[in-house]
């Protein structure tokens, strides 16, 4: 399958600071990439819907302002969590759609997630 | 909108039994059905996927089967081993649509 990128990892910041989080797809070009909250035990959350060269698609309940995301190739998409604060700590998982075949829906392909610690 | 039910949220099974995990889903619109599985710590991997021109498809010990006119899919693993154990998460799109809606998961425990 299609492999979807992540960096960094895991993170730990201070309250106040801001924290971007990288998403790549190495080996396809992706037109849409999707970001997602996980809590523990629980299923994802999408937070927004980003397509490349316009302007993200924030779900209902997620603040734009807080959450940036910036979608400037067919491979990367960023997510800069500004001003966090320790209820932002949480699993953030990205995820690029492959290209479509004919009227086909391309399939989402999952990064490996980032663990974001805010102290 | 969309909304996709997946039961069992927990399945224990012993190794070598078949495992089967059934979502619902509201939209008659959704024609695109994958499947996911997440270890802990670790993204969503796509296993295997089905679309709405086919009933069934199989990918080695895994399965999975859509049935239209109920609105119902379901995911089936058989010869379970200890390294299946995982969360997996059922999920619904349609083609004109952006959104995949998930369901809830369902924790598989395959005990050795």
């Known amino acids: 399958g299609a492999v979807v990128s992540q960096h960094p990892s895991w993170v730990i910041c201070k309250s106040g600071t801001s924290v971007k989080i990288e998403c790549r797809s190495l080996?396809?070009?992706?037109?849409?990439m999707f970001w997602y909250r996980q809590f523990p035990k629980q299923s994802l959350m999408l937070m927004a819907t980003?397509?490349?060269?316009?302007?993200?698609?924030?779900e209902q309940g997620v603040e734009k302002d807080k959450f940036l995301i910036n979608h400037a190739s067919l491979t990367l998409s960023t997510l800069t969590v500004t001003s966090a604060h320790p209820e932002d700590s949480s699993f953030y998982i990205c995820?690029?759609?492959?290209?479509?075949?004919?009227?086909?829906?391309?399939?989402?392909?999952f990064g490996p997630g980032t663990r974001l610690t805010v102290t | 909108g969309e909304n996709v039910e997946q039961h069992p949220s927990t399945l224990s099974v012993q190794e070598g039994d078949s495992a089967v995990i059934k979502c619902t889903y509201s939209d008659s619109a959704s024609n695109y059905f994958p499947w996911y599985k997440q270890e802990l710590g670790k993204g969503p991997q796509l296993i295997i996927d089905i679309r709405s021109n086919v009933g069934e498809k199989k990918d080695q010990r895994i399965a999975v089967t859509l049935n239209k006119t109920a609105k119902h899919f379901s995911l089936h693993i058989t010869e379970t081993q200890p390294e299946d154990s995982a969360v997996y998460f059922c999920a619904a799109s349609e083609t004109g649509g952006f959104k995949t809606i998930f369901g809830a998961g369902t924790r598989l425990f395959v005990k050795a």
């Open positions: 995820s690029a759609r492959y290209p479509p075949s004919g009227r086909a829906l391309g399939e989402q392909y």
């Open positions: 080996d396809f070009q992706a037109t849409t």
């Open positions: 980003s397509n490349e060269g316009s302007k993200a698609t924030y």
